[in-house]
């Protein structure tokens, strides 16, 4: 089923009462309504509601307790300065939603539909999208597989949810540049694995090392490569690129890294303006020499949460390299305000990435 007028909804009897969208934490409040969805085998994805948020209730037995069977995405809206919302790149996470289906053998959703349904609750709780500087709408989209049973075989039945969080600007600061450890132990993901998939698993597995790296008193892990521990991965839960030299250097995708949509428009955004960039390894020992020999100009980090994160510091094998005076450099400045800008519609958008959710102007014949 895939007609979006088929989506059932019954609204909540009583709004919650909204945070004030000035002292917004991130991920902590909910908005009123979620968006679900069944599968079962032999019957496909059915049964597409929007209901009040509220507690699942499943099995004990339910297979994603015991083996981990799920998926998510993370992405924004933004309220234009007409009082409309955006979304930026939806089909992009609805897409890697599915590739992540393909990895962890769910079954595939229609990518359309769900943009669709994604836009339905928009409009309903259209009101939870804060106003504030930096502020934004984070979505979550995730499915779980539910089928009380145990033992390991792809589960015979799914729920997909939309929930939807009012978030306030990730640095409250503004943009500042954050320190990162180097992990040279744990690793996130090894070729062949689950790595680019983006599925809860993951980050179980890399909490310790994040612990490791708070203790040490920095924010965040860099993940070298499973095998050689040599080449640089990711960055927490962002991609990461760096300044040598006048290029701009990321690693290239080889299974285990994350493709990231923030990384994706960064390298459009990149090559439109027609500066040097390659996507290729990139070994940590080359960022530390780089540095030595004050080649090393910028470092930073892309993702949905941050949007752009640069990094001021990085931690290696008793060594500390210290990058721009922990301050900002140009390159990420330009991309931070260029996004954000083109996400909330302050900027010209030659991509065609943001795209309407809400209207103000329709308020009168959106919702039913
Ligand atoms: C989600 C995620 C990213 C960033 O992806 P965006 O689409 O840019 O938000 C990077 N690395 C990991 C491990 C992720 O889970």
């Known amino acids: 089923m895939n007609d979006y007028d088929q989506i059932k909804v019954h609204l909540t009897s009583k709004s919650k009462e909204k945070p004030p969208f000035d002292k917004l934490q991130f991920g902590r409040n909910f908005t009123d309504h979620m968006f679900v969805m069944d599968y079962k085998e032999g019957l ?30 993370g992405l924004k809206a933004y309220l234009n300065t007409d009082g409309d919302v955006l979304l930026f790149r939806p ?64 589960s015979k039945a799914y729920q997909f949810y939309i929930i939807m969080s009012p978030v306030g600007a990730y640095y409250k600061e503004g943009i500042n540049p954050v320190k990162i450890a180097v992990q040279s132990e744990f690793v996130r993901a090894v070729k062949g694995g689950t790595g680019n998939a983006k599925t809860g698993g993951n980050y179980a ?51 285990s890294i994350l493709e990231g949509i923030t990384r994706n428009s960064v390298i459009k955004l990149i090559k439109h303006w027609n500066l040097p960039l390659t996507e290729r390894k990139v070994s940590i020992d080359e960022i530390f020499e780089a540095h030595k020999q004050g080649k090393l100009e910028e470092a930073f980090g892309t993702g949905t949460a941050a949007v752009i994160s640069p990094i001021g510091e990085f931690f290696w094998q008793d060594e500390k390299i210290v990058l721009n005076d922990h301050k900002t450099g140009k390159i990420a400045k330009q991309l931070y305000e260029t996004l954000t800008g083109i996400q909330k519609g302050t900027v010209p958008d030659p991509f ?15 919702v039913n």
């Open 205 to 255: 597995a890399s909490l310790k090392a994040q612990e490791s790296a708070e203790g040490l008193g920095y924010s965040q892990v860099l993940w070298l490569d499973g095998n050689e521990h040599k080449y640089i991965e990711e960055v927490g839960s962002m991609n990461v690129f760096f300044k040598i030299d006048g290029e701009i250097v990321t690693p290239e995708l080889n299974g």
């Open 91 to 154: 089909s992009e996470n609805m897409k890697r939603l599915n590739r992540s289906n393909n990895r962890l053998c769910i079954p595939q959703i229609d990518e359309e539909f769900a943009v669709e349904a994604l836009k339905r609750l928009i409009q309903i709780d259209h009101e939870w999208v804060p106003n504030g500087e930096g502020t934004s709408l984070y979505i979550r989209p995730f499915i779980i597989s539910t089928e009380p049973f145990l033992g390991v075989a792809p």
């Open 44 to 73: 496909g994805w059915h049964d597409a509601r929007i209901i009040p948020y509220q507690p699942l209730q499943l099995d004990p037995s339910a297979m994603v307790f015991h083996y981990g069977q799920s998926v998510f995405e």
């Open 352 to 366: 065609g990435w943001s795209i309407p959710a809400y209207n103000t102007s329709k308020k009168a014949t959106a």
